[in-house]
């Protein structure tokens, strides 16, 4: 007997049934991008409770994924600086569509789609000018790019939807670089992170800085709570030594606020922030460290340390009605609640570094 999936499956191929939702792939709650026991790489859906919903074989090692709001369809990055992303059918494991960065740019690693669907935002550098833009893509005609509008800054590393449905929300990293030089960062010195609000259109509706003695502390990854409170996790770039906080949080028309700044709070995270995350309810704001092996959990309101919990290899963070989904390179996952860490297990995987969730 044909199993629904495949019966799904075989219509889609013909063009007769309507494209695959994500119930259609098991439901997940969240994306992320792994590295298989065999060496190959993977994009797998992942349920509210931790297991695997569906594994899909990718090109390459992948770092952040874009989901498709109705469709299951996610659109996955490879790791910095890459120029290309592919749209991966995630119930065929079809790819529907092959994305180049135009010349002169790479992606980011990072992407939103309107809250439509018809519309994809990529966060990319223009290296020669070392000027960050967000190219936009209609996803209708198949992916194709009709234009370009420029992020505010520098490096623009993570690109969020905000709960209005119209705003977008870029983390300007500050960093310079450029594919002749690598990875190496070019402008340490004289880095300006910031937090941009812009209008679909790239019209700018507000920039929101760090304190002058905090501008090499890298914006880089987002996360957004219902009322339109922004998390964001940075990462250090001024030496060791004693080190600033990691993670803050910033509301339209007011200052940022930072949280762990306790010398010995920000020291266990050594100074990175590998992804953020609000818990599901809101109170809490979590920020992983795979250097510091760490996740620290804030109280949102006081801003007061609410948890730390150990973990080797901990990046991936999710939002779950008690606290927190958490995944690490060791393959692990585990549920982080009030009463501290609970395993769910060790998947065949190496997770890579985020939890993309799914909001449908």
Same mark, same amino acid.
């Given at each position: 007997?044909?199993?629904?999936?495949?019966?799904?499956?075989?219509?889609?191929?013909?063009?007769?049934?309507?494209?695959?939702?994500?119930?259609?792939?098991?439901?997940?709650?969240?994306?992320?991008?792994?590295?298989?026991?065999?060496?190959?790489?993977?994009?797998?859906?992942?349920?509210?409770?931790?297991?695997?919903?569906?594994?899909?074989?990718?090109?390459?090692?992948?770092?952040?994924?874009?989901?498709?709001?109705?469709?299951?369809?996610?659109?996955?990055?490879?790791?910095?600086?890459?120029?290309?992303?592919?749209?991966?059918?995630?119930?065929?494991?079809?790819?529907?569509?092959?994305?180049?960065?135009?010349?002169?740019?790479?992606?980011?690693?990072?992407?939103?789609?309107?809250?439509?669907?018809?519309?994809?935002?990529?966060?990319?550098?223009?290296?020669?000018?070392?000027?960050?833009?967000?190219?936009?893509?209609?996803?209708?005609?198949?992916?194709? $790019?009709?234009?370009? *509008? @420029?992020?505010?800054?520098?490096?623009?590393?993570? %690109?969020?939807? +905000?709960? !209005?449905?119209?705003? =977008?929300?870029?983390?300007?990293?500050?960093?310079?670089?450029?594919?002749?030089?690598?990875?190496?960062?070019?402008?340490?010195?004289?880095?300006?992170?910031?937090?941009?609000?812009?209008?679909?259109?790239?019209?700018?509706?507000?920039?929101?800085?760090?304190?002058?003695?905090?501008?090499?502390?890298?914006?880089?990854?987002?996360?957004?709570?219902?009322?339109?409170?922004?998390?964001?996790?940075?990462?250090?770039?001024?030496?060791?030594?004693?080190?600033?906080?990691?993670?803050?949080?910033?509301?339209?028309?007011?200052?940022?606020?930072?949280?762990?700044?306790?010398?010995?709070?920000?020291?266990?995270?050594?100074?990175?922030?590998?992804?953020?995350?609000?818990?599901?309810?809101?109170?809490?704001?979590?920020?992983?460290?795979?250097?510091?092996? $760490?996740?620290?959990? *804030? @109280?949102?309101?006081?801003?007061?340390?609410?948890? %730390?919990?150990? +973990?080797? !290899?901990?990046?991936? =963070?999710?939002?779950?009605?008690?606290?927190?989904?958490?995944?690490?390179?060791?393959?692990?996952?585990?549920?982080?609640?009030?009463?501290?860490?609970?395993?769910?297990?060790?998947?065949?995987?190496?997770?890579?570094?985020?939890?993309?969730?799914?909001?449908?």
């Amino acid at each position: 007997m044909t199993s629904r999936r495949g019966f799904l499956a075989g219509l889609l191929a013909t063009g007769v049934a309507p494209a695959a939702t994500w119930a259609d792939v098991g439901a997940p709650a969240y994306l992320s991008a792994a590295q298989g026991a065999d060496g190959a790489y993977y994009l797998l859906g992942v349920g509210p409770e931790g297991g695997i919903r569906f594994r899909q074989k990718i090109p390459g090692r992948g770092h952040a994924a874009a989901a498709h709001p109705q469709r299951a369809e996610a659109v996955g990055f490879a790791r910095r600086p890459g120029t290309f992303a592919f749209v991966l059918d995630c119930l065929s494991g079809d790819t529907v569509a092959e994305l180049s960065s135009p010349e002169g740019r790479h992606f980011y690693g990072h992407g939103v789609f309107s809250r439509d669907g018809a519309l994809l935002f990529t966060a990319e550098n223009d290296y020669d000018n070392a000027r960050g833009v967000i190219g936009v893509w209609d996803v209708r005609a198949g992916y194709v $790019r009709t234009g370009e *509008f @420029d992020s505010q800054g520098v490096g623009p590393h993570d %690109v969020r939807l +905000m709960p !209005d449905g119209e705003t =977008l929300v870029v983390a300007n990293g500050g960093i310079e670089t450029h594919p002749d030089s690598g990875r190496t960062k070019l402008n340490i010195p004289v880095m300006q992170p910031n937090l941009t609000y812009l209008r679909q259109n790239g019209s700018v509706l507000e920039t929101v800085e760090l304190a002058p003695a905090l501008h090499m502390n890298s914006i880089r990854h987002l996360d957004l709570r219902a009322d339109g409170l922004v998390g964001f996790a940075m990462q250090w770039q001024g030496g060791q030594g004693t080190l600033p906080p990691i993670l803050g949080v910033h509301q339209r028309g007011a200052a940022p606020r930072l949280f762990g700044a306790d010398p010995e709070v920000a020291g266990q995270m050594n100074g990175y922030g590998g992804s953020v995350s609000f818990s599901g309810d809101g109170r809490h704001l979590a920020v992983s460290s795979p250097r510091g092996a $760490r996740v620290q959990v *804030f @109280d949102v309101a006081s801003g007061a340390l609410a948890q %730390v919990l150990e +973990m080797e !290899d901990v990046c991936g =963070l999710g939002a779950a009605p008690a606290g927190f989904l958490a995944s690490a390179g060791t393959g692990q996952v585990a549920m982080l609640e009030a009463d501290g860490r609970h395993p769910l297990g060790t998947a065949d995987v190496r997770w890579d570094n985020h939890l993309v969730p799914l909001h449908t």
